[in-house]
């Protein structure tokens, strides 16, 4: 699986956008781009996935350079509950390969 | 209703002891996954299985054996406990190569 590259910690003022960005120069034709959350020390929750479009759904929006070599996550109006360590993934979906493999990720503090 | 649970959340035991830990998921997946969260918080996958058949092994000691008795429920078997075993461990379910999982809240495993 391509490796990802994040910052390791961001902060952001409550009610402006949040756009967690993350780097995957590696990346091939037919890997996903996931991004997932931990909250505090709950289990990881999905938030959003893509391959080379851009994506939108009720959480957030993902943005993939046309080369795809790097993603943004965007939270477009974050909240203290979104304080949390966003987790960056990029995964081939094939037989005996479907797997996860979480980097250290950005730990997003929401700034009241 | 929780989607997919885990029993217990917490577990303090001594060395050498065997401990068992439980997850189920009512979400109907057919894939359901071990993933272990050390001190420094690092999620790595254990195992996964699909349709009670074992797919993804990581390397893990012989003393973990996991056991899928259905497609619902994926538990964990710890035998010789050692100190090194202490972490978080995370149930997770997915439908077959896909990349959204589910989470459980994670168990605690504490080894004295």
């Known amino acids: 699986d391509a490796k990802t590259t994040q910052p390791p910690s961001m902060d952001c003022a409550e009610g402006r956008a949040a756009n967690l960005p993350c780097n995957h120069s590696?990346?091939?034709?037919?890997?996903?781009v996931y991004w997932y959350r931990q909250i505090h020390s709950q289990g990881p929750q999905y938030i959003i996935h893509?391959?080379?479009n851009n994506e939108t759904n009720e959480m957030a929006s993902l943005i993939i350079t046309e080369d795809r070599k790097s993603s943004t996550l965007i939270l477009p109006h974050a909240t203290l509950r979104d304080t949390a360590v966003y987790y960056c993934i990029v995964r081939v979906a094939e037989f005996g390969n479907e797997k996860l493999t979480f980097g250290t990720g950005t730990r997003l503090t929401i700034i009241p | 209703d929780t989607a997919v649970s885990q029993t217990p959340k917490y577990l303090v035991t001594q060395m050498g002891n065997d401990k068992s830990i439980k997850c189920e998921q009512n979400l109907g997946h057919d894939t359901m996954y071990w993933y272990k969260q050390d001190s420094k918080k690092f999620l790595k996958i254990m195992f996964s299985y699909n349709n009670k058949e074992l797919i993804i092994n990581e390397t893990v000691p012989n003393r973990f054996s996991p056991k899928s008795p259905d497609k619902a429920h994926l538990n964990l078997h710890i035998n010789s406990l050692e100190l090194g075993d202490s972490a978080v461990y995370f149930c997770a379910s997915s439908t077959y190569r896909a990349g959204e999982l589910f989470f459980g809240e994670g168990s605690r495993l504490t080894v004295l």
């Open positions: 893509g391959l080379k």
């Open positions: 590696t990346i091939s034709g037919n890997e996903y």
